[in-house]
């Protein structure tokens, strides 16, 4: 057991942290998350100064929540700040998650079944992300909140079955502050709050003591916020400005609102299954275990979770109020259909799935070739599972070791720009350029957003004059965001980059360019 273990954990590592700092490919999110964590590490000020300007955010942050940062923080302080630290801080959450997952199989099925399940968690290719597609490859080596907020929700389940499934209220009200900690993270972990309240109300207690667990354990979960409220009454416009950049939609008493997400809760499983009309018959066996997973041995791993729940299970209890809550929530409450956000359901489903292809493997029907074939079943798919894994984690670091160097674009954007010039660029940007004032093009859609900026709306041209800034970098990932604004705005953007900009160099390749340098007029 501890050698299998020791595997997956080699491999995780393996694939994850050759090169971190560079590869993958930085992203906006993380230049935005770590703008933030540095200034609070370094100043004392939680704010940032991408967005100086905008409802006080240079001053007091409330574009996420605050855990994540206040941990990062933490690291750079001790470390310092940079991308590598905050990668790494990710691989750290990535290592507890998978753990966690391992006693949480175990707790459910056996170490047998949890080996499976933490095997499943680094091998299994869901396709989260447009990398490797392995959930902790990636989420590990990226810094993003939802992977940092899965092992809070992993760890609040295995206080509530320290018990056997018989929770006291310590356990109750510790489960709740454990996921009110992930809710301080990441707003995904709140849709747990629903099955585990369902797990205490649904335990072989009197019915008083059932609703007394609940309560408790709902009330430790918002204890953790209290603290943050208070911090965000101070400013209380300023939260509520920052608040309305969030792109999920909130009209929650409108029915419409249900029916949309329903209808389109389709579009969240594109990236991981990519299925077309038009495809060939060789392209139907793409991406194998994504398709397999989600269409056919998820479902059934669901489905033999809630017999045995019924049965009188409580891990297998738990286990199918998650899954079958968290794909109803993401269902009718998540309007972004990212799909990165379901990571938060990945360890549950692979302690499912590792649990039923345990059942079928002991199973013992009246027919000798039925038992067989379902052994057989069981063996090619973990077989495939473990092929594909392996085969995009091994590429993943060869590709890891001819990234490119990410501080190369800050420095080919110095030989252009001089030191304490203010350029407007794509978030990510900021990472390599630590002696510039670099704000967040994203402004532009902010201030010329009357539903976001309300009575400080103003047009392109009076945006870019807040901005005040001496250059614009145009990178590719900068021209993908610009192309979301409205045609009109795009219009007037053009019109004054033509008026008041001047092209003086091309400098970076590829991932990272070529980067268009503009001198603007002040």
Known sequence: MAAVLAAVALFYAATTLPNIGNHPIAGGDEGWIVSASTKLAEEGVFGSDLFAGFFGADRHYYFNLPLHHLVLAGVFEVFGAGLEQARLTSAFFGGALLLLTYLLGSRTAGRWAGAGAAALLVLLRLNLTPFTGLTLTDLGATV???????????????????????????????????????????????????????????????????????????????????????????????????????????????????????????????????????????????????????????????????VRARRGSAPHRLLALVLGCLVLEFALFESTKRFVYWVIAVPFLCVALAEGGRALLSWRPPSRPMGRAASIAVLLAALMVAAEGAAVGIRNVSDARNATVYATVGDAVREVVPAGSRVVTDNRMWLALPDLETRSLLLLFYWTNPEISRGETTDIEGAMGRLNADYLLLSPLTKEILAKLTPADSERFQRYLTQKGRLVATVAGPPYGPIEVYRLER
């Open 144 to 306: 993003r909140y939802d992977l940092v907020a899965t092992p809070f929700a992993v760890g609040a389940a295995l206080v509530l079955l320290r018990r056997g499934g018989s929770p006291g209220p310590a356990d109750a009200a510790g489960a709740g502050i454990v996921l009110g900690l992930g809710c301080l993270t990441q707003f995904v972990a709140a849709f747990f709050v629903v099955p585990l309240a369902l797990f205490l109300l649904t335990t072989p207690a009197a019915a008083r003591r059932r609703v007394l667990h609940a309560a408790l354990f709902a009330a430790c979960t918002a204890l953790p916020f209290v603290p943050y409220f208070v911090y965000a009454a101070q400013d209380w416009e300023d939260f509520r400005g920052q608040a309305r950049t969030v792109e999920q939609r909130s009209d929650f008493f409108s029915p419409q609102f249900y029916i949309d997400n329903l209808v389109s809760e389709a579009d969240r499983y594109d990236l991981a299954l990519d299925i077309d009309t038009s495809m060939s018959p060789a392209e139907l066996f793409e991406r194998p275990s994504a398709r397999l997973t989600l269409l056919i041995a998820g479902p059934a791993a669901l489905a033999y979770a809630a």
